[in-house]
């Protein structure tokens, strides 16, 4: 306003546009909030506010106490099996084993329940190691082992580099010094806010996946899929090599 009042213009020097300036409040609009609307608007802040407070209290019981005591329990259940595929294997091969632990009797208390769920966290903290320690390796190959079309790369054919030579001279004659400096600037603060909406689009899908914003579907969806891996990855890890280990020691003990 200072600079139009300064310069005293009355069109857009880009697009020909007369100025028009209107108050930011109506002329009917009332000197103070009406009550009705105060009342309306807190409420649906409050409604908000209770909202978003049941879906990270569900989010919370999901990722914290269920997912955890269905993995502790998978983990439960695997040793149970394993024993009672010992046994079996047992009384098949060699005389009906005594000495395998048998079954206590749970105790069925918040305590207890508690402590499933602690153990349950160690389990997650293992399988996400795991993950972590899996994806680091992935990336260590790819930045470190070469694959078939960077080796061509790195010995191209002399065609190409006659090729690559001459379009990068064209390219240089071509370029101008003025609109460089100028694109690369441009070019920065283009990605610098992509890197700003980028963590803003990072943070609002870890808040989805977690199932405390978007549809309250995803957060069963992700939590049984969770579940499933963590399942999954018992089963492979602990109950398969077990009974292989079993089995295989009381092949060699029959021998």
Known sequence: MDWLAHSKKKHCELCNHTFKFTPVYKND????????????HLAYVIYTAFYYLIRVILALFVW?????????????????????????????????????????????????I???????????????????????????FEQNVPFV??????????????????????????????NNHFMDNNNNNIANEEDIVAGVDDFNGLLQGIGIRGNILNLFQNA????LLLCFSI?????????????????????
């Open 29 to 40: 609009m009332p000197s103070t909030i009406p009550t009705i609307y105060l009342i309306h």
């Open 149 to 178: 079309d960077d080796i061509e790369w790195d010995h191209p054919r002399p065609a190409m580099i006659e090729d690559d030579l001459l379009n990068e001279i064209d390219n240089n004659n071509n370029n101008n010094n003025g």
């Open 235 to 255: 089963g492979i890890g602990v109950w398969i090599p077990y009974i292989i280990g079993v089995l295989f020691i009381m092949v060699r003990y029959t021998r």
């Open 64 to 112: 914290l106490g269920l997912v955890p005591y269905i993995a502790f329990w998978s983990w439960q259940l695997s040793a149970w099996s394993a024993m009672g595929s010992q046994r079996l294997l047992s009384r098949i091969l060699l005389q009906p084993v005594s000495d395998i632990p048998k079954q206590t009797k749970y105790n069925w208390n918040w305590e207890t």
């Open 224 to 227: 049984s899929l969770i579940t």
């Open 114 to 140: 508690l402590y499933d769920c602690m153990k349950g966290w160690m389990i997650e903290f293992g399988f996400v190691l795991l993950l972590i320690l899996g994806l680091l390796l992935h990336e260590w």
